[in-house]
């Protein structure tokens, strides 16, 4: 996959407009469906009804999702492959009118759980495909995903695997999945991320109810949200006293939590919120930046709202911060 930026905006020409940013989206789900479609009939596969459903646009369960996007991940398991993972979400990026992305990435699924690509190759996948976008116009970075459900312990084995040797493009620390594990018991792990140098966020909210929002602030100590649309109003109120960024993803909440209706997100943004836009997984739930923008104008918000959103996900992007 190649590209380059002339004549598809990456980013923008009026100095007071701030850059459009992809505040959260993964590796894993951000695959081009062409290029899946091909390795997987390169490799005899046959992508999961579930996968071929969210393509079409029709809602399955969360275990359908997770199956869809394990089905992908299985596919990076060279430095090509992580590569060009990296420029599909470049290309969705730029095409959208964005200017860079915050990309969540599981390294220790990928080569200690499944074993199916060396560390090294991962990194070196991840290098190739953030200087390709670089060139194109794009900045990029990396954070680092656990598996909330899996515990502190696996979190204590995701750094022992990616400490040494840690990137530069590595700039924060994350935990995903099922929210069945309590935050403060994962204090310990975001705080030996913190002290290697990585900032710290959390998937909360999302499939778990609204307190753990409040607990990954208070007790877990993380920097910025993911999701955290079951915030009920006293903890929109704290999160905004604390000035915690919270990524929301319109699309893929409709399909993955589709009992939180109405979207909270002109709530959160009245509350004082630091709210700002992302795709999540759009190579499973098609999405970009544009058809997120949309959803929220769909939500009632203004030119004034949106470009709030649009300057939050500029102001607080790691991909933008040194």
Known sequence: MKKTASGEGAGVSDPSVPPLVDRHTHLEGGLDPDW????????????????????????????????????GAALLDSRAAV????????????????????????????????????????????????????????????????????????????????????????????????????FRDWAPVFDRARAAGLRIAAHAGENGPGMNVREAVLEGGVARLIHGIRADAATLDLLAERCIPVDVCPTSNHA????????????????????????????????????????ARGMGLDDRALARLRQNGTDDAWCLQD
Do not use: Y
């Open 36 to 71: 899946v479609r091909i390795q997987a009939e390169h490799r005899g596969l046959k992508p999961p009804g579930s996968l071929e459903a969210l393509w079409s646009g029709q809602a399955v369960p969360f275990a359908g999702f997770i199956e869809a996007f394990l089905f």
């Open 83 to 182: 590569h060009e993972a990296v420029l599909a979400v470049g290309q969705r990026t730029l095409k959208a009118g964005g200017s860079g992305f915050d990309l969540w990435a599981s390294p220790h699924f990928l080569v200690v759980h499944r074993q199916q690509i060396q560390l090294e190759a991962f990194w070196r996948g991840l290098e190739d495909g953030l200087a390709e976008i670089r060139a194109w116009g794009l900045c990029g970075c990396v954070v680092l995903d656990a598996v909330n459900h899996l515990g502190p312990q696996h979190g204590q084995e995701v750094l022992d695997l990616v400490l040494p040797g840690l990137p530069a493009f590595v700039k924060g620390f994350s935990t995903g999945g099922l929210e069945r594990c309590p």
């Open 256 to 295: 993955l939590a589709p009992d939180v209706a109405p979207h909270p997100l002109p709530r959160m943004l009245a509350a004082g919120v630091r709210c700002a836009l992302g795709t999540d997984d759009p190579g499973v739930i098609p999405c970009d930046l544009r058809t997120e923008i949309a959803a």
